[in-house]
């Protein structure tokens, strides 16, 4: 579905010469969550905005649906960290929502369904008439999320989403993405550089290296489909996995690409 | 607190107006020069009875809305091509800087010897001055377009104008709003400037006249008139940025989240 392929970002400017991503391969399959955790500064961003078509990558190739990327592709949706910045504030709710669609070849009455719908999968049918502004944090970025619904991608890319809201308001999030992700069967690939958060939402972690980033491990998460805030957090799976990843994100900030770094897919032993 | 405020300023301006009757009374200053404030207030009265005095606030109000509206909109489209057309702003900048401080009343030869004291020459004046200050404000705002918002529109899908449109326009507003805001002032200053100079019909005009015919109370009454005028479109243009800008945190105000 989504395949990356020796992916390099150098950022050149003012005679400093930083190369952000070095060489990263990654195949996310349709219909998977992935998440992409690693160090801060690690170039998550980066990576996610050349997956988007956002940044143009200095080397290696990404492909959607084996059409090559090289601008926003229609088939996606971005949701941003600073839901505050992305969310127009000089529009309503549903007019934020529907702007996108509004690009596409939709009558009118198509795209008031795909909003109301949106807005319902989020349970935001209340707020539909009002300003972003004039809602709580984790109330905007649940209007982000029903933007990039409704527009009703085949991947949704979303870039630390859940980094700028309080930890309650994150477990109500993350719930909600595991429930739309089952209910919509999207592929989406998930950024975030919280072990729990990617090891609870993630069908598959990719663990990145420091910068120059590499991928460090890619690790399957067996834990059950049906996954919950009080049960799932407190299983011994859970925490060994947790660990796992703790461990190698431990090892990639000291630069050691150690021997234990696996490119499988096969979870860690039990 | 609000009417706290209203009545002290009430007080205020009537205390100013019982000083201007006052201080020529009193003989501090000459009658014939400065007036007090009950016999300009009767030539006010007198004016807003002659059909001439109608007739001249028509002309400069032509000559003003034509003239910022030719302004507003030449000042808007030049800062966005300016803005979003590439290396188009570096190449402009030096120009700008150049031409933006000159005075309009400099172009004063200019008007009367392409247009005489046809309305033309007032436009002149009146959009050269204004332009400015529309186009340079519309040059900040669509600087501060929002990284994020601009990268949300792309991601998207949303295309050049669609982003002109949605995201930039949006973003320049406030900005332009204020360059509207002192470009209908400035417009103001430049018709009766250019009436009073050149002689072409208006209020400025008006002035001249009443000052060569030593109608000395008639004149402050047009010049109460010019000042109340300025008064009005200032109040008149605050109005018009806070209905368009209600979603701008400058005009919401602070939200209960």
Redesign the interface.
Known sequence: MLDVRGLKKVYEGSGRRVEAVRDLTFTVEAGELVCLVGPSGCGKTTLL?CV???LTPTAGQVTLADRPVSG?P?G???V?Q?YG??L????RVAENIE??L??KDLTKSRRRELVADALESVGLTDAAGA?P????GGMQQRVAIA?ALA?EPDVLLMDEPFAAVDAQTRADLEDLVRRLWRERGMTILFVTHDIDEAVYLGERVVVLSASPTVVQEQLKVDLPDERDQLHTRVAPRFAELRTHVYEQIQAAKRGTPEDAVTKSDTPPPH | MRGTNAALGAAGLAAFLALGEAVPRLGLVKEAYFPPTSRIASALGDELADGGFWSALGDTLTGWAIGLAIAVGAGVVVGVLVSIVPYLREATASTIEFLRPIPSVALIPLAVLLYGTELKSVLLLVVYASFWQVLIQTLYGVQDV?P??E??A??????TW?RVR??LW?TA?PYVMTGVRLAAAVALILAITAELVIGAPGLGQEIAVAQTSQAVPEMYALIVVAGLLGLLINVGARAVERRALA???SV?GE?A?
């Open positions: 905005k988007g078509g956002l926003p229609p996606m949706a971005f941003f600073e910045r992305s127009f504030p000089w529009m702007l996108p509004k690009q300003y502004w004039q809602l709580s933007r527009y | 929002d994020v918002a990268e949300t792309r991601s998207y899908g949303l295309g669609a949605h995201v949006p507003l979603w701008h945190q919401r939200v989240v």
